[in-house]
């Protein structure tokens, strides 16, 4: 397709020593590739994983990227800071815009900026779910964020839209308030609207109102990339193209308006340019913490928090006082789905050995099992939780799902003696069924 000048990957579906055929391509064609993470969890109350990190600073140099970007999110909770088990959310879950969430998110960008060979962007996300006795709107929190980081903003005008019609929030007052120097570049994406409610699903088509968010940003700064999410649901290439063609038109509808009006950048306080692009060639400087040193208070009163808010999304334990219980069930049957979903793409077997029984038998097993590890993890753990209650009925099905599970849940590393003999054990139980 002609016009595209770059691409974004995620992260964790690049392995940098087997890159697909179809991204050698690309780059061979001169297009850029940015790795963009969604398993970091910058947000979350521990500090970031060493591995993650370098895994990320791995697929940025296989790729020769410019740069990195990741979500101003958390997606687990649990474990040894709150002494109950982890809990992984599958999803991208909002940071409460509270002082401690601040404090403990502009540290652990610190240190991802310190680990990683090329500069970081941090995308603000689209939710469901708002938390009680926030400080701060969104556009101060990524303020406040890039102002003391340097980080880059990844803004998502989708995630804008959705934030809009799911928690009332003004895209305009947002972008007015947001430090549009530090802009990275911007997301496009397409969702749908259920009962009320906005899901960012990226596989519909990009609506008015987001276009129109576009414009609007395109009025104040101009942006160096604008990317259309679709993950799912690829049109065809004729209507691929009337959406990017859209896209331009809002571009090139806001520039004409910031010729008109001599608007420029609006972030409060705003930097000079020369900032900005001494900032794109590496890792800015960091700027000071808050008074008083340590941050493990705040950790741990914001680890306390996330882990009560997952765990009544994935778990069933009771919701956290202040939350839209209406929402919470909504967002609950959202994880739920969309665990199901992954599940299915990394482990397409299953749907065809269960049949039109996979995706009820699932959902009944997320209501009872929170998901502890990665998809394929869970994929296995689904797999044994299904046969050791004798299921499915059919013993042709049972025996097929008994194969592919003994296949995929091979022993354990040498290091990991006692593992290892537990699913020789578990192995050797379901052999016998």
């Not at 947000?43 to 990195?68: H, K, M, N, Q, Y």
């Not at 601040?102 to 962007?121: H, K, M």
């Not at 019609?165 to 749908?192: F, I, K, M, Q, T």
């Not at 997952?310 to 049957?333: K, W, Y």
Request: aromatic fraction near 4%; charge should be neutral.
């Amino acid at each position: 397709m002609p016009g595209i000048d770059w691409v974004e990957v995620v992260a964790e579906n690049v392995c940098p020593g087997h890159l697909p055929e179809s991204l050698l391509r690309l780059r061979g064609r001169g297009v850029t590739v940015v790795p963009h993470g969604v398993a970091l969890g910058l947000g979350g109350a521990e500090r970031p994983d060493a591995e993650r990190l370098a895994a990320l600073a791995e697929r940025a140099t296989a790729l020769g990227a410019p740069l990195v970007t990741e979500h101003i999110a958390f997606v687990r909770a649990g474990g040894a800071p709150t002494a109950s088990p982890r809990l992984e959310a599958g999803h991208l879950l909002p940071v409460p815009r509270t002082r401690d969430a601040l404090d403990v998110l502009c540290e652990n960008v610190r240190i991802a900026q310190d680990a990683l060979p090329v500069p970081l962007a941090v995308e603000n996300i689209a939710a469901l779910i708002s938390w009680p006795g926030e400080e701060m709107t969104e556009g101060q929190f990524l303020y406040e964020l890039a102002d003391r980081t340097g980080v880059r903003l990844l803004v998502d005008v989708a995630n804008l839209h959705t934030n809009h019609v799911n928690r009332g929030e003004d895209p305009a007052e947002a972008l007015a308030e947001l430090p549009l120097e530090a802009l990275a570049y911007v997301h496009v994406a397409g969702g749908v609207e259920r009962d009320g409610v906005w899901h960012d699903s990226h596989a519909h088509p990009v609506p008015r109102p987001v276009l129109d968010i576009l414009t609007d940003l395109a009025s104040r700064v101009s942006p160096p990339g604008v990317l259309l999410e679709r993950d799912e649901n690829f049109p065809e290439p004729a209507e691929l193209e009337g959406e990017l063609a859209a896209i331009r038109d809002a571009l090139e509808k806001g520039a004409s308006e910031k010729g008109a009006s001599g608007k420029g950048a609006s972030g409060k306080g705003a930097r000079e340019r020369v900032e900005v692009a001494a900032g794109a060639a590496g890792a800015p400087a960091a700027r000071p913490g808050p008074e008083g040193g340590s941050l493990e208070p705040a950790r741990q009163r914001l680890a306390l928090a996330q882990t009560a808010l997952l765990s009544a999304l994935v778990a069933g334990t009771p919701v956290p006082e202040g939350f839209d219980r209406v929402r919470m069930g909504v967002q609950a049957r959202a994880l739920a789905a969309k665990r199901a979903d992954v599940v299915a793409r990394v482990a397409p077997e299953l749907p065809v050995i269960l049949g039109a029984e996979y995706r009820s038998a699932f959902l009944a097993y997320a209501q009872e099992q929170p998901m502890g590890g990665g998809y394929r993890r869970d994929a296995l753990d689904f797999a044994e939780h299904l046969l050791r209650a004798g299921r499915p009925g059919q013993a042709r099905a049972r025996r097929e799902l008994r194969a592919w599970w003994l296949e995929r849940s091979g022993p354990e590393p040498r290091s990991r003696r006692p593992a290892a003999r537990l699913a020789r054990a578990a192995r050797r139980v379901l052999l016998r069924r």
